[in-house]
């Protein structure tokens, strides 16, 4: 069936440095992609998102790839700091179903 | 207001109990949804209704009932539920069936099954 998935469960990166969370999607009709962010004990919380006819999307100290050819979507977060330790998910809109599919998720550890 | 409320925060129930989970949002989303999400697990989509009316439901087992009295509220009620069964449900809504723009989540009911 159709998945979205993340490359690496967990990453360990040194506060301050960029972090790079990638993920892999089957569905090439899938018109919309979202990241999310979640700590322990809580929801999932929007952090970026970009619509297929985007390759890049940029907020604050996020930015979305995405790269239609291969279906791979990334997450860069610049300056990381201990606040951003979490699970991050990427999402894949099913836009007939309306159906969020996630990927696995890769936990994002920060190292003071 | 740009929330998704759910309440309550945690529950704990016997086996033979019935209680309901509740799922508010006033930002004029027309879809809502509830997923269940098991430890280090991403979120699975359990329901789907749009304009009020339930459009999906991925083969939840009956002992698992939802129910939209409006389009701000959405419940899931809850009888002679499995320790299997415990977990962290998550309410959702978006602006609109289908898009996923706005797709916003709460912020979960643990639930423990004894």
């Known amino acids: 069936g159709e998945s979205v998935g993340l490359h690496l469960p967990t990453l360990s990166v040194q506060e301050g440095d960029n972090s790079i969370i990638n993920c892999a999607y089957s569905?090439?009709?899938?018109?919309?992609f979202i990241w999310y962010k979640q700590e322990s004990g809580k929801g999932p919380q929007f952090i970026i998102d970009?619509?297929?006819?985007?390759d890049k999307r940029q907020g604050q100290r996020v930015t979305v790839l995405l790269n239609k050819t291969v279906k791979h979507l990334s997450l860069q977060i610049a300056a990381t700091q201990p606040g951003d330790s979490a699970v991050y998910f990427c999402?894949?809109?099913?836009?007939?179903?309306?159906?969020?599919?996630f990927g696995q998720g890769t936990t994002l550890q920060v190292k003071p | 207001d740009t929330e998704v409320t759910q309440t309550p925060k945690h529950l704990v129930m016997g086996m033979t109990n019935k209680k309901s989970l509740k799922c508010e949002q006033h930002?004029?989303?027309?879809?809502m949804y509830w997923y269940k999400q098991k430890a280090k697990k991403p979120p699975e989509l359990m329901f789907v209704?749009?304009?009020?009316?339930?459009?999906i439901n991925e083969s939840v087992p009956s002992r698992f009932s939802p129910e939209c009295p409006n389009s701000s509220l959405l419940n899931l009620h809850l009888h002679a539920l499995q320790p299997e069964d415990s977990a962290l449900y998550l309410c959702?809504?978006?602006?609109?069936?289908?898009?996923?723009?706005?797709?916003?989540f709460g912020s979960g009911t643990r639930l423990t099954v004894v």
């Open positions: 970009i619509r297929s006819n985007m």
């Open positions: 999402a894949e809109n099913n836009g007939n179903t309306g159906k969020l599919i």
């Open positions: 209704y749009s304009y009020e009316k339930l459009s």
């Open positions: 569905n090439s009709a899938s018109d919309y």
């Open positions: 930002m004029g989303h027309r879809a």
């Open positions: 959702a809504s978006s602006q609109q069936p289908g898009t996923g723009y706005g797709y916003t």
